[in-house]
């Protein structure tokens, strides 16, 4: 029997691979966050898949961080803020093999998980899929998109990429994940914040030009200076064909304020302004830009870190 894929966080995309990987008839257990919790979703009777406007249940066994057993392979699916903390709670049961693929947003929770972690092997993820939550336990597949999976420090493939796909999760082993993830938190800068600040999708910024233009140049500068030039390649043109492509989809961040949810501000725009920090780099747009949102969700009520 094939080593069964534990899920730690029952978020849009945690939910979206569980349900994939059950579908495609592999052992998936789901960790929630505790007795309540496993509770709600046992009432639920499981997992639910919107596809197409195709609706499809799996009966996902459950657990808690507190369950018995080994777990070998992790997927750690929750957001940046809370991966060190969720993990933390499931060190113990960690098999002296166990590998855990981090699929946070921005930079920083996966050095942090990793240091936690010694013994096991941890793979970082750089995703564009899209997904969103439309009911408790259920997810709607938003967007086909594409994993990039790697280990800086051990670049041999998994073998259990089959399972990927044979899940039909669309994949690619990257030999240099770092390039993935910067160029992936450069997008989110130049994207997320201003559609925050602007209140509008994705398309509204292609208004803004000269802002978007003006942020691509100095997170180029960070992206060169951090020695990943191949990240900051043509950003401003990604950039812009990103926002054309997902011209009526609301950014992530944007969900995440009209839902009065944490953002992962610390993770994407405090990391760039951070290490612009260090390399004593003078960035005063992307600096007033985190200035501006931190302002903006202080004003809300929502939590700046």
């Not at 013994?119 to 086909?144: L, Y």
Request: proline share 5%.
């Amino acid at each position: 029997m094939s080593t069964p894929w534990h899920i730690l966080g029952a978020g849009s995309l945690g939910t979206l691979w569980a349900t994939r990987l059950a579908r495609a008839g592999l052992p998936v257990r789901l960790i929630l966050r505790d007795i309540d919790r496993l509770h709600d979703y046992a009432t639920a009777g499981g997992l639910t898949l919107v596809e197409q406007g195709v609706a499809s249940s799996y009966a996902i066994p459950g657990e808690t961080p507190d369950s018995p057993g080994p777990i070998r392979r992790l997927l750690v699916a929750c957001k940046a803020y809370d991966a060190e903390s969720a993990v933390a709670g499931i060190t113990h049961r960690l098999a002296p093999d166990a590998e855990l693929i981090l699929l946070q947003n921005g930079l920083g929770s996966q050095e942090a998980v990793a240091a936690q972690v010694p013994q096991a092997r941890c793979i970082s993820a750089s995703s564009t899929e899209g997904a969103f939550r439309d009911g408790d336990w259920r997810v709607v597949f938003a967007g086909h998109g594409y994993t990039w999976l790697g280990d800086a420090g051990h670049p041999v493939a998994p073998f259990w990429l089959d399972d990927l796909e044979a899940a039909k999760i669309p994949h690619e082993w990257s030999a240099d994940i770092l390039t993935r993830l910067w160029r992936k938190l450069a997008l989110n800068c130049a994207i997320n914040p201003l559609t925050v600040l602007h209140d509008c999708r994705n398309g509204g910024l292609q208004e803004h030009h000269c802002e978007v233009a003006t942020l691509c140049a100095e997170l180029t500068e960070l992206l060169e200076r951090c020695g990943q030039p191949a990240a900051a390649d043509n950003l401003q043109q990604e950039v812009e064909r990103v926002i054309q492509a997902t011209a009526a989809n609301f950014s992530s961040m944007y969900q995440d304020v009209a839902n009065k949810r944490r953002t992962e501000i610390s993770y994407l725009l405090g990391h760039a302004c951070k290490v612009a920090e260090r390399h004593q780099l003078n960035l005063p747009h992307l600096k007033q830009l985190q200035q501006r949102l931190t302002a903006h969700l202080h004003s809300l009520g929502l939590p700046v870190d």
